[in-house]
């Protein structure tokens, strides 16, 4: 995991700093006694997140990321936000997508408090992937702020809980399957929170390819490849058929998913884990669900009750 801390209140130095750690741009003040620029950043691969306090007006002018990039703002002001034709103003509360990856933005800010959070764009087309019928091929955000008030908050809500259950947590996020989950939590918010080109419309070819064999090779793929940090489109690739293909044959013959089903299995793993552990040699519970990606603990103990009728604790406990 990496961490990144920036306390400044020379705006010439703060401009060196954003275009390094986001991308080229200028900002400037009309207040020559520009006031101090506060950055915390928290990543891993795929995904960062970034808490900003900026106690001036500042204005910006970004060259492109090239990443997708969300702002949620809690004080302050975001205004006169633009790239290609779209203007807007972000108040506390607001979630937005800045700006599609490949094209620049500009903006003023006012006194304001955000959380900046971005994640690779090739991220969406892998959470896409999960979906029934998705077409394989880059995805899009067609608006950049939430189809609703409920995706909005819903969206928050995921963001802070990548950054609170796995970027603040010490060696989690170096987790190879925690990292890898998350990442594709997140991803899976964003897909559901703003509209986006994703299609999830099944073939007739891949309705035909959705057999029993398909199955078996994605399963005898996801048995061999649970404790690595794998994708919808990975299994799909090892069963030899298009992703909407293999989605169809795990609604069709098990009516689940191959990640639901993925899940299944690194939850079985935990659980043989726990069951071979000594607690008296320091493993911990949550040290066990960490290795097979399962980064809350609350939600891991819920899980592994609802499969094996007792919290995990007991198991390790013997």
């Known amino acids: 995991m990496e961490t990144l801390l920036f306390d400044s209140d020379d705006l010439g130095l703060t401009e060196a700093f954003l275009s390094r750690a986001y991308a ?23 995904v960062s997140v970034d808490e900003l306090d900026l106690d001036f007006e500042m204005s910006y002018s970004v060259t492109p990321l090239g990443r997708i990039c969300l702002c949620l703002v809690h004080e302050g002001t975001i205004q006169d936000h633009a790239f290609d034709g779209v203007k807007d103003t ?30 690779d764009t090739d991220l969406l087309a892998q959470v896409a992937a999960g979906a029934p019928g998705h077409r394989p091929g880059p995805v899009r955000l067609t608006g950049h702020r939430p189809h609703s008030p409920a995706a909005a908050r819903q969206l928050r809500q995921t963001v802070g809980y990548v950054r609170d259950h796995v970027l603040t947590a010490p060696g989690l996020a170096d987790q190879p399957l925690v990292a890898s989950t998350a990442a594709q939590h997140l991803a899976a918010g964003v897909l559901a929170a703003f509209p986006n080109t994703a299609s999830t419309d099944p073939t007739a070819t891949d309705r035909n390819d959705a057999r029993p064999t398909t ?33 169809y044959a795990f609604r069709r013959h098990l009516d689940t998913t191959p990640l639901a089903h993925l899940r299944r ?13 000594d607690p008296l040699d320091g493993t911990t519970v949550t040290e066990v669900a960490a290795r097979w990606g399962f980064f809350h603990a609350g939600r891991f103990a819920g899980l592994y009750r609802s499969a094996y ?3 995990p604790h007991r198991t390790l406990a013997g």
């Open 24 to 46: 080229g741009m200028r900002i400037g003040s009309s207040d020559p006694r520009a006031g101090r620029a506060r950055i915390r950043r928290a990543a891993m691969p795929s």
């Open 90 to 119: 972000f108040g506390p509360g607001d979630v937005v997508s800045l700006a599609p990856p490949e094209l620049p933005y500009s903006g003023r800010i006012r006194n304001a408090r955000y959380t900046i959070a971005m994640l």
């Open 215 to 247: 199955l078996r090779r994605a399963l005898a793929y996801i048995d061999d490849h649970a404790g690595e940090p794998i994708t919808v489109a990975d299994i799909a690739a090892a069963a030899h058929v298009t992703v909407r293909a293999l989605q």
């Open 265 to 277: 299995v690194r939850l079985a793993h935990a659980h043989d884990d726990l069951r071979a552990a």
């Open 309 to 311: 009728g007792h919290p």
